[in-house]
């Protein structure tokens, strides 16, 4: 029994060792390139967007929560192409989930919604929060209001649906303001 004990422990100590040594691999190999996309994204953000008003963040961690790094993730790695070109979709959300789960190790929680905020999609061209607040609410990024940063938070999720349809964007902002309320 003592023997059999002996190598259960071992071979758990064995495990981990592996598993922390193809983490360290995973993390050098393809999550070090993604951070130098990170960085640069980050530099090329616009100061509003690097600073990201309280009211915004607040939202858009109320709505996004875990789902953030993941994001974030995909559409760093959907910018290098030769990271991710050719893999299967199986091997390639895999690896978005292990860049997506590492990434907080390396950023922090600012730095990934700054990330998402210079990043999203928001519809007819326009690429980030701060292009969008001027484009879709009419002010800059650093004076939307509480609805104005729903109506942007929802509009990321979808922008061709909601910017089709202002009644149900509307009506999905205040849903996002009323949950925040809770």
Not at 1 to 14: P, Q
Not at 112 to 138: I, K, N, P, T
Not at 152 to 179: D, G, K, N
Request: net charge positive; proline share 4%.
């Amino acid at each position: 029994m003592r023997r059999l004990l002996s190598s259960i422990a071992i071979a758990i100590v064995v495990g981990a060792l592996l598993l922390t040594v193809a983490v360290a691999a995973f993390d050098r190999v393809v999550v070090a390139p993604t951070l130098l996309k990170a960085e640069a994204a980050l530099a090329a953000a616009t100061p509003s967007e690097q600073a990201l008003p309280q009211v915004l963040k607040v939202i858009l961690n109320r709505s996004l929560g875990t789902q953030l790094k993941y994001l974030v993730a995909r559409r760093l790695l959907e910018a290098s192409p030769n990271q991710i070109g050719g893999m299967k979709t199986t091997s390639r959300q895999f690896t978005e989930l292990g860049v997506g789960l590492l990434l907080p190790l390396h950023l922090s929680a600012e730095q990934l919604l700054s990330l998402h905020a210079s990043q999203a999609y928001m519809g007819r061209g326009v690429r980030g929060f701060a292009q969008a607040a001027d484009a879709h609410v009419g002010v800059s990024l650093a004076q939307v209001s509480s609805i104005q940063a729903a109506r942007l938070v929802v509009i990321s999720r979808a922008p061709a649906a909601y910017l089709e349809s202002p009644e149900r964007l509307e009506r999905h902002a205040q849903a996002l303001l009323v949950e925040q309320a809770k």
